[in-house]
T-cell receptor, first 117, second 115 residues
Framework: NAGVMQNPRHLVRRRGQEARLRCSPM?????VYWYRQLPEEGLKFMVY????????ESGMPKERFSAEFPKEGPSILRIQQVVRGDSAAYFC???????????????FGPGTRLTVT | AQKVTQAQTEISVVEKEDVTLDCVYE???????LFWYKQPPSGELVFLIR??????QNEISGRYSWNFQKSTSSFNFTITASQVVDSAVYFCALRGTGANSKLTFGKGITLSVRP
């Protein structure tokens, strides 16, 4: 069973461009979480999604950031008009449905390192 | 609101020393989960342990041990006979249930083990 996949692993964007980060959850997982790790800081929650539904977006910046988890395909974290302050590592985690006996476990992907030049 | 405090920011020890990483948490949930993750220089997050709020039994895994004390809201992590490969950033995290299932992380402790 493959783990959580994230791509690309490294992404370089110029200021003003768009960044798209992809996360493929583990097989059978229907819940995805996105976290951001700014340089020299801990991880901060951004958004929690279920397929076709946003459960909690309390950690998402109000502008330029959006996330989706369609019925088919990976979850996408989209950052429009990137700025240097968006440079960070973005981690995705997935978990089974809440009624699963293992619903409290989150499995992390390897992260995407975004650099904005 | 949930909060995790890792008061220590950097710890440096010599190989074979024991070291304890502290973690204090705050939550109003009656059911919650506590975690420790390791982030080596390569950057990935390595899961170390999960503890349920209703299970205060301490755990030992090889050179690693964890002390969960609900009375003091602490979940401390001890590495016995540290090794250079233990050098990493260690994060303590707290998770609620249902819609509050996001992980709240502490700021992390950078552990350096010198040969």
């Amino acid at each position: 069973n493959a783990g959580v996949m994230q791509n690309p692993r490294h992404l370089v964007r110029r200021r003003g461009q768009e960044a798209r980060l992809r996360c493929s959850p583990m097989k059978g997982h229907s819940h995805v979480y996105w976290y951001r790790q700014l340089p020299e800081e801990g991880l901060k929650f951004m958004v929690y999604l279920q397929k076709e539904n946003i459960i909690d977006e309390s950690g998402m910046p109000k502008e330029r950031f959006s996330a989706e988890f369609p019925k088919e395909g990976p979850s996408i974290l989209r950052i429009q008009q990137v700025v240097r302050g968006d440079s960070a590592a973005y981690f995705c985690a997935s978990s089974p449905a809440p009624d699963s006996s293992l619903s409290y476990e989150q499995y992390f992907g390897p992260g995407t390192r975004l650099t904005v030049t | 609101a949930q909060k995790v405090t890792q008061a220590q920011t950097e710890i440096s020890v010599v190989e074979k020393e024991d070291v304890t990483l502290d973690c204090v948490y705050e939550t109003r949930d009656t059911t919650y989960y506590l975690f420790w993750y390791k982030q080596p220089p390569s950057g990935e997050l390595v899961f170390l342990i999960r503890r349920n709020s209703f299970d205060e039994q301490n755990e030992i895994s090889g050179r690693y041990s964890w002390n969960f004390q609900k009375s003091t809201s602490s979940f401390n992590f001890t590495i016995t006979a540290s090794q250079v490969v233990d050098s990493a950033v260690y994060f303590c995290a707290l998770r609620g249930t249902g819609a509050n299932s996001k992980l709240t992380f502490g700021k992390g402790i950078t552990l350096s083990v010198r040969p």
